[in-house]
C-alpha cells in the first residue's frame, strides 16, 4: 500500500497513542488526541466542520485502541476507552470495523450514461446488451436498472466511453461479497463471508474500513517486563531502511527480548512443500496449490471447499517460526508482525502465538520512540534464512522457492492477487480436476504479493530495492 493521506492519518494516531502510552497520563492525553490534531481555529481538510473531523479522529482512535466502532454510543470518553485497553486481558475477535462517520454512503455499483452520450446511429451499446436493458429515449441511451445485470458489455462497445460502471470500492474490491450495505448506505462486514483479505481497507478512499490494532496490548507487555519474542514477516524487512541486522537491533530497543526472522520458518515450508508435491505428483494427482497466504487459506474454508483437497497441508512460515521460537523461549509472549491484516486470524487460531502487529504500527513505535533504525548497531544472529526463504514476499517467491528443492518437475502457476475471477478460475480448476496450465498453483491474495501488502507502508519500487539487496547477501537454501 502506497502513503496516501488516510494511511498518513492513521499513522499519525498511531505514534500519538504510542506516545501517549509512555506518558505519565495515558489515558488525558488519548482522550485529547482529536482536540490536539484539530484544535479550535484549525483549518478542516477533509469534512465539513471541525466536529466531524473530530469524532472521525475519536473513532480512529478507539479502533487504534483494539475496539469496535459499531459498539460505540458516543457517551464514553476516550480516556474510558483508554482505561478499558489497559485493563483489557481478552482481544477482540474481529480483526476490522467500520467507521460510519467516516463512510461515504457510496451509491450502489451500477453501470450509469454519462452526458458524453452522443446518441450515435450504430447504437454498440444495445446490440453488445444480451438483456435487452438499453433502450434510447431523446437521443440519449437508458439503462433499464430492471434488466441490468452490470455485464459491462455497454461499456466496453461505447467508442465515445460515455458509458461507465460506477464503482463503489470496498464492495468491488472484496473477492467474496463480505460488504454490504447498511440502511443508511454505510458499509457493513459479514464476518461469516470476511476472509481478512484487507482488501477493503486499502481500498477505501475514505479509510472508513480499519483494522483493530493489538498496539496496546503489545506495549502493556514490555512495560511490565514480560518475555517476549518479536518474530517477523519477510516482508517487513523490506519495510524500513538499513540492514536487516539494524532492523533486529532496532526492535530489542523498544524492548522485546528475542527476534526471529519467519523467513526462517519459510525455509521449513519449502522443503516440506517441494517433498508434498513431489509426492501428490507421484499419486498422480493433477495439482497442488501452496498455502502461505492466510487470506488464501480462509477464502478456501468459507468460500471454496472443493479446493481443499488440493491445498498443500504444509503449514505457513509462521507456524514453523512459532513453533522453533516456543520451544526455544517457552514462557514468552510471541508477537508476529505482518504486512496484512489476515494473519490475524491465522494467528487466533496458532496457539503459539499470542498476538500481531502489522508494519505500520511497528513503524509508529520506532517513531513514537524515537528510535533511528540507521543509527542501530548491526545485530549478529546465528540462524541466516536463505535467499528463497526471503524471497516468499514478492509474487512468484513460493513457488520459485518450491521448483529450487524439488525432486520433481516443476510447472508453477501464479495467481496474483485473489479477486472475483481468479477466484472463479481456482473453482473451476478444482471443478475439472485439472490445471492445465501447470502443476503447482501459487495463490497471493494481495496482488504483487506480501511486499504490497495491506499493511504495508514502503513504495514497492523501495522494498523492491531493499530486498533485492538483501538476496544479493544471502545463500541459497541446504536441499
Given at each position: 500500500?502506497?502513503?496516501?493521506?488516510?494511511?498518513?492519518?492513521?499513522?499519525?494516531?498511531?505514534?500519538?497513542l504510542?506516545?501517549?502510552?509512555?506518558?505519565?497520563e495515558?489515558?488525558?492525553?488519548?482522550?485529547?488526541?482529536?482536540?490536539?490534531?484539530?484544535p479550535?481555529g484549525?483549518?478542516v481538510?477533509?469534512?465539513?466542520?471541525?466536529?466531524?473531523?473530530?469524532?472521525?479522529?475519536?473513532d480512529?482512535?478507539?479502533?487504534?485502541l483494539?475496539?469496535?466502532?459499531?459498539?460505540d454510543?458516543?457517551?464514553?470518553?476516550?480516556?474510558?476507552y483508554a482505561?478499558?485497553?489497559?485493563?483489557?486481558?481478552?482481544?477482540?475477535?474481529?480483526p476490522?470495523?467500520?467507521?460510519?462517520?467516516?463512510?461515504?454512503?457510496?451509491?450502489?455499483?451500477?453501470?450509469?450514461?454519462?452526458?458524453?452520450?452522443?446518441?450515435?446511429?450504430?447504437?454498440?451499446?444495445?446490440?453488445?446488451?444480451?438483456?435487452?436493458?438499453?433502450?434510447?429515449?431523446?437521443?440519449?441511451?437508458?439503462?433499464?436498472?430492471?434488466?441490468?445485470?452490470?455485464?459491462?458489455?455497454?461499456?466496453?462497445?461505447?467508442?465515445?466511453?460515455?458509458?461507465?460502471?460506477?464503482?463503489v470500492?470496498?464492495?468491488?474490491?472484496?473477492?467474496?461479497?463480505?460488504?454490504?450495505?447498511?440502511?443508511?448506505?454505510?458499509a457493513?462486514?459479514?464476518?461469516?463471508?470476511c476472509?481478512s483479505?484487507?482488501?477493503?481497507?486499502?481500498?477505501?478512499p475514505?479509510?472508513?474500513?480499519?483494522?483493530?490494532?493489538?498496539?496496546?496490548?503489545?506495549?502493556k507487555?514490555?512495560?511490565?517486563?514480560k518475555?517476549?519474542?518479536?518474530?517477523?514477516?519477510?516482508?517487513?524487512m523490506?519495510q524500513?531502511?538499513?540492514?536487516i541486522?539494524?532492523?533486529?537491533?532496532?526492535i530489542?530497543?523498544?524492548?522485546?527480548?528475542h527476534?526471529?526472522?519467519v523467513?526462517?520458518?519459510?525455509?521449513i515450508?519449502t522443503?516440506?512443500?517441494?517433498?508434498?508435491l513431489?509426492e501428490?505428483?507421484?499419486?498422480?494427482?493433477?495439482?497442488?496449490?501452496?498455502?502461505?497466504?492466510?487470506?488464501?487459506?480462509?477464502?478456501?474454508?468459507?468460500?471454496a471447499?472443493?479446493?481443499?483437497?488440493?491445498?498443500?497441508?504444509?503449514?505457513t512460515?509462521?507456524?514453523?517460526?512459532?513453533?522453533?521460537a516456543?520451544?526455544?523461549?517457552?514462557?514468552?509472549k510471541?508477537i508476529?508482525?505482518?504486512?496484512?491484516?489476515?494473519k490475524?486470524?491465522?494467528?487466533?487460531?496458532?496457539?503459539?502465538?499470542?498476538?500481531?502487529l502489522n508494519?505500520?504500527?511497528?513503524?509508529?513505535?520506532?517513531i513514537?520512540?524515537?528510535?533511528e533504525?540507521?543509527?542501530?548497531?548491526?545485530a549478529?544472529?546465528?540462524?541466516?534464512?536463505s535467499k528463497?526463504?526471503?524471497?516468499?514476499?514478492?509474487?512468484?517467491?513460493?513457488?520459485?522457492?518450491?521448483?529450487?528443492?524439488?525432486?520433481?518437475?516443476?510447472?508453477?502457476?501464479?495467481?496474483?492477487?485473489l479477486?472475483?475471477?481468479?477466484?472463479?478460475?481456482?473453482?473451476?480448476?478444482?471443478?475439472?480436476?485439472?490445471?492445465?496450465?501447470?502443476?503447482?498453483?501459487?495463490v497471493?491474495?494481495?496482488?504483487?504479493?506480501?511486499?504490497?501488502?495491506?499493511?504495508?507502508?514502503?513504495?514497492?519500487?523501495?522494498?523492491?530495492?531493499?530486498?533485492?539487496?538483501?538476496?544479493?547477501n544471502?545463500?541459497?537454501?541446504?536441499?
Amino acid at each position: 500500500m502506497t502513503s496516501n493521506n488516510t494511511t498518513n492519518l492513521k499513522k499519525e494516531i498511531l505514534i500519538r497513542l504510542v506516545k501517549a502510552f509512555w506518558s505519565q497520563e495515558f489515558e488525558k492525553k488519548t482522550r485529547l488526541i482529536p482536540f490536539d490534531m484539530r484544535p479550535k481555529g484549525a483549518e478542516v481538510p477533509y469534512r465539513c466542520c471541525i466536529y466531524k473531523e473530530r469524532k472521525i479522529i475519536k473513532d480512529r482512535v478507539i479502533a487504534g485502541l483494539g475496539f469496535p466502532i459499531e459498539e460505540d454510543d458516543d457517551t464514553m470518553s476516550l480516556a474510558e476507552y483508554a482505561k478499558m485497553a489497559l485493563d483489557r486481558e481478552v482481544l477482540d475477535d474481529k480483526p476490522l470495523t467500520v467507521l460510519e462517520a467516516a463512510c461515504k454512503a457510496c451509491v450502489p455499483n451500477q453501470v450509469k450514461v454519462t452526458d458524453l452520450c452522443q446518441g450515435c446511429i450504430a447504437r454498440p451499446c444495445q446490440a453488445a446488451c444480451k438483456f435487452g436493458a438499453i433502450t434510447v429515449v431523446d437521443g440519449k441511451s437508458v439503462i433499464d436498472y430492471t434488466k441490468c445485470k452490470s455485464c459491462k458489455m455497454c461499456v466496453a462497445a461505447c467508442p465515445y466511453n460515455a458509458i461507465v460502471k460506477v464503482a463503489v470500492p470496498c464492495e468491488d474490491n472484496c473477492p467474496v461479497g463480505a460488504i454490504s450495505k447498511n440502511s443508511d448506505g454505510t458499509a457493513r462486514i459479514d464476518f461469516d463471508k470476511c476472509i481478512s483479505c484487507g482488501k477493503c481497507v486499502s481500498k477505501c478512499p475514505f479509510g472508513a474500513v480499519h483494522e483493530k490494532s493489538q498496539i496496546i496490548d503489545i506495549l502493556k507487555l514490555i512495560r511490565d517486563k514480560k518475555e517476549t519474542v518479536i518474530m517477523f514477516a519477510p516482508a517487513i524487512m523490506t519495510q524500513f531502511p538499513g540492514t536487516i541486522g539494524q532492523l533486529k537491533t532496532a526492535i530489542k530497543k523498544i524492548g522485546f527480548n528475542h527476534v526471529y526472522e519467519v523467513a526462517q520458518g519459510a525455509d521449513i515450508t519449502t522443503r516440506k512443500e517441494a517433498a508434498e508435491l513431489a509426492e501428490r505428483m507421484e499419486e498422480g494427482q493433477p495439482f497442488m496449490t501452496t498455502s502461505c497466504c492466510a487470506g488464501y487459506n480462509e477464502f478456501i474454508k468459507k468460500h471454496a471447499p472443493e479446493i481443499k483437497p488440493y491445498e498443500s497441508t504444509t503449514h505457513t512460515p509462521m507456524y514453523y517460526t512459532a513453533e522453533i521460537a516456543k520451544k526455544e523461549h517457552p514462557n514468552a509472549k510471541l508477537i508476529f508482525v505482518s504486512p496484512c491484516v489476515a494473519k490475524k486470524q491465522e494467528a487466533r487460531e496458532n496457539e503459539n502465538v499470542d498476538f500481531v502487529l502489522n508494519a505500520k504500527e511497528l513503524g509508529a513505535i520506532f517513531i513514537g520512540m524515537g528510535i533511528e533504525i540507521l543509527d542501530c548497531e548491526e545485530a549478529v544472529d546465528a540462524v541466516q534464512p536463505s535467499k528463497q526463504g526471503r524471497k516468499f514476499p514478492v509474487i512468484g517467491g513460493v513457488a520459485e522457492a518450491v521448483q529450487f528443492c524439488a525432486t520433481c518437475e516443476v510447472k508453477p502457476v501464479i495467481i496474483n492477487g485473489l479477486n472475483k475471477d481468479t477466484a472463479k478460475q481456482l473453482k473451476k480448476y478444482a471443478k475439472d480436476g485439472v490445471c492445465p496450465d501447470g502443476n503447482i498453483i501459487e495463490v497471493m491474495c494481495c496482488e504483487g504479493g506480501c511486499i504490497r501488502g495491506n499493511a504495508t507502508i514502503a513504495d514497492p519500487k523501495t522494498s523492491k530495492k531493499i530486498l533485492q539487496n538483501v538476496l544479493e547477501n544471502s545463500e541459497d537454501i541446504e536441499k
